[in-house]
Nanobody, 115 residues
Framework: QVQLVESGGGLVQPGESLRLSCAAS????????MAWYRQAPGTRRDLVAT???????SYVGSVKGRFTISRDNAKNTVYLQMNSLKPEDTAVYYC?????????WGQGTLVTVST
């Protein structure tokens, strides 16, 4: 049974930081590309950042320079370090694992950036 469990969300003020974690089980983690998506209320789910099996990374323009995706294959975990958070970063953040025809999702963790 594949499980992706996100954690680390919460309520922060603008300019603060959070680190999200996604612990994977039931997959051969090093062989999966990993990604973080987010979905704000009333909007579609959008890609935020990706990391390949070779640790190449990519980011959506709005988070470049503020967010960093990383992975620890020994811990079967992918991270999203989020700095200089803005109110527009408020969303449910989802972890995604993808390989060929496999596409798995976590349940999401809520990030709220507000004064």
């Amino acid at each position: 049974q594949v499980q992706l469990v996100e954690s680390g969300g919460g309520l922060v003020q603008p300019g603060e930081s959070l680190r999200l974690s996604c612990a994977a089980s039931g997959i051969i983690f090093p062989s999966y590309g990993m990604a973080w998506y987010r979905q704000a209320p009333g909007t579609r789910r959008d890609l935020v950042a990706t990391i390949t099996t070779g640790r190449d990374t990519s980011y959506v323009g709005s988070v470049k320079g503020r967010f960093t995706i990383s992975r620890d294959n020994a811990k079967n975990t992918v991270y999203l370090q989020m700095n200089s958070l803005k109110p527009e970063d408020t969303a449910v953040y989802y972890c995604n694992a993808r390989q060929a025809n496999d596409n798995f999702w976590g349940q999401g963790t809520l990030v709220t950036v507000s004064t």
